[in-house]
């Protein structure tokens, strides 16, 4: 990270009308940060699905009814649950990402399986915790506490399957490769371990938020002023 801040700071700093400065970027390769095609179009994504997430943020944050017990969520175990979950895709994606740059081969076959089974068992959970709160009476239209919760999850499992989409591909391209192959499909996966921790942090952000955003909460914060 430091790296790539220096070499973003170091070149707002360059002054390109200079002599020395001209020869530098003449013989310049033209790829100024160390990033694979795939990362980039990851990365992309991240700035359209940011907006999309903070927009569903602060309409819950500035539309939540008074009187809604904002605790309610947190009732279903469930949830919990898919947390983990989705802690636990990261995990197994961070241990791919670690064997390829070690050129270590022999369980990424099997970790990439896991990964889609696990991002499964997430979406299935998600839809029973839909399920639950639909028999609880708790619909879209009950009120925008329950809608902002259905339409982020919605949205969240809507990239979640985008990601299990191109995760098919590249996991149905490595299973057909020998292991001493696996190593060019880092990039591809790379990206897609890139991308799975994007998910993992809007999950969080999204989950914090209703966590802390409630009335105990700003019973305490009112505490500290009075």
Known sequence: MSDLIKKLFGTLAQKPWEKEQAVIDSSHTGKTFNI???????????????????????????????????????????????????????????????????????????????????????????????????????????NSYFSSFYVFTALHGLHLLGGLFFWGIVCSKT?????????????????LSLYWKF????????FFTIYLFNDVFIDWCKSLIT
């Open 36 to 142: 694979s095609n795939q990362s980039s179009a990851v990365i992309l994504i991240f700035g359209v699905s940011t907006v999309l997430f903070s927009l569903i943020l602060t309409g819950y944050l500035y539309t939540m009814p008074p009187e809604q017990d904002t605790q309610f969520l947190f009732k279903l175990n469930l949830l919990w649950v898919n947390t983990i979950v989705l802690f636990l895709v990261t995990y197994f994606f961070n241990k791919i990402t670690k064997d390829l740059k070690k050129k270590y081969t022999v369980n990424i076959k099997k970790n990439l399986l896991i990964v889609g089974g696990l991002s499964y068992l997430f979406l299935f959970g998600q839809v029973f915790v839909w399920y639950q709160l639909m028999q609880d009476a708790k619909f879209v239209s009950t």
């Open 175 to 191: 299973l057909k490769l020998k292991e001493s192959q696996i190593i060019d499909q880092s990039k591809s996966i790379s990206a």
């Open 199 to 206: 998910l993992l942090l809007v999950w969080l952000v999204f």
